[in-house]
């Protein structure tokens, strides 16, 4: 059964604790952090992390979309993350992150770009809980699905076959199939949940495949 985390990305950040609520049947609770340098968007901080862990009990999946994460993981942790997923693509140590993750009790993961090779995955493999494959470029909520990202999956599936793995990107009820078919089990899902008529409904929707 695939793990659904709602990317507060697509939320109403005005009414960010009733969004939170609405999404209350999902799994996970997707926290997109941007630096402005290693993506052209600034999003949250820790203290947004802290905030929405007050509300709700889901998994808060933070996605450090950042340059040198080593310097910020530690805050992340004590705000309340439960996954942490760096990229492959930016500046980082990663026996740092990964330590501090393992000792905090806490789940660790790597994300690929869409022009980023799924091999380079393997050798973390044994040190990550999770691999995130994006389906769009990363940096700003509503854009398309790339349908190239079907082989990425397929790939990082045949590497490891219990392994967590997350796709984040356009991802609806016309597509979600195809990628769960291909061996995601983490669907990240943002526009198609918070922009729904009814965003209770959208979760169980897609919580369906």
Known sequence: MIKLSP???AADFACLKDEIEKIGGADYVHIDVMDGHFVP??????????????????????HLMIENPEKYVDVFLKSGADII???YECNMDFEYIKNAVKSAGKKLGISIKPKTDAEVLEKFLPDIDMALVMSVEP???GQKFMPESIDKIKKIRLMD?????????GIGEDNIKSVVDAGANV???GSSVFKADDVRKAVESLKKF
């Open 187 to 189: 669907i990240v899902a």
């Open 41 to 62: 968007n600034i999003t949250f901080g820790p203290d947004i992390v802290k905030c929405i862990k007050k509300h709700t009990n889901l998994v808060l999946d933070v």
């Open 161 to 169: 076959k219990n392994i967590d793995i997350e796709v984040d990107g």
């Open 7 to 9: 990317s507060v990305l």
């Open 85 to 87: 997923t760096v990229h």
């Open 139 to 141: 940096g700003f909520g």
